[in-house]
C-alpha cells in the first residue's frame, strides 16, 4: 500500500514539475526564447562547420590515395573539357564574323550587322527579321537623303532652254558670257564654276 502511495506521489510530483516548466516557458520572456533560439543556431552551425570541414578532409584523403595515373586522367579529362569549350567558342565567333561580314558588306551599319549575325546564328528569326526591317528602314532614308542631295536645283525661269557645255562656255567671248550671264545668272554660274 505504502508503493502505491508512493507512486501516487511521484505522479503527482512529476505532474506539478511538468506544470511548473511549462508556466516557466509561458512566463519567458521574449529576450529569453530569442537567447535560446540563437543558442540553438549557434550549435547547428557549429554542426554543418564540422561536417564541411570533415568532407573537405575526406576528399583530400581520397585525392590523396589516387595513383598518379588516375590523377593525371582527371587533369587531362578537365583540360579536354577546357579545350572542347574554348574551340567551340571560337567556332561560334568565327561563324558570326562570316555572317558579320556578308551583313557589312549589304551595306548594314556595324552595330546592326553584329546584332544580325548574332540572331542569324542562334536561328532567332523574329529577333533577324526585326533587325532587316531596321535595316530597310535606314537604307530607303539613306537612298532619299542621297537622291536630295544629288539632284540638281531646279531651274529659275528660262534656265532650262540653255543648254550649253563647258567647252563651249571656254570658247565664249566675254560680251557673249556677259549675255548669258545676264539671261541666265543660275547656267552661267555652274559653267563658270
Do not use: C, W
Amino acid at each position: 500500500m505504502a508503493d502505491v502511495n508512493n507512486d501516487v506521489n511521484n505522479q503527482s510530483t512529476d505532474e506539478q514539475t511538468q506544470s511548473q516548466d511549462q508556466n516557466d516557458k509561458n512566463n519567458q520572456s521574449v529576450e529569453q526564447m530569442l537567447a535560446e533560439v540563437m543558442a540553438e543556431n549557434k550549435r547547428l552551425k557549429k554542426a554543418v562547420d564540422k561536417a564541411s570541414s570533415e568532407a573537405a578532409n575526406y576528399k583530400k584523403q581520397f585525392m590523396n590515395t589516387k595513383s598518379e595515373a588516375d590523377k593525371a586522367a582527371i587533369e587531362k579529362a578537365e583540360e579536354d573539357a577546357s579545350i572542347r569549350e574554348e574551340l567551340e567558342e571560337l567556332r561560334k565567333e568565327s561563324k558570326i564574323n562570316g555572317f558579320k561580314a556578308n551583313f557589312l558588306g549589304s551595306g548594314y551599319s556595324d552595330d546592326l550587322a553584329q546584332k544580325a549575325a548574332e540572331a542569324m546564328y542562334e536561328n532567332n528569326t523574329d529577333a533577324f527579321f526585326q533587325l532587316q526591317k531596321q535595316y530597310l528602314s535606314e537604307h530607303d532614308k539613306a537612298v532619299k537623303a542621297k537622291l536630295m542631295k544629288d539632284m540638281p536645283a531646279p531651274a529659275i525661269g528660262n534656265d532650262d532652254s540653255v543648254s550649253m557645255t563647258k567647252e563651249e562656255f571656254a570658247k565664249l567671248g566675254y560680251m557673249d558670257r556677259l549675255k548669258l550671264k545676264q539671261e541666265h545668272p543660275t547656267v552661267y554660274h555652274q559653267l563658270a564654276k
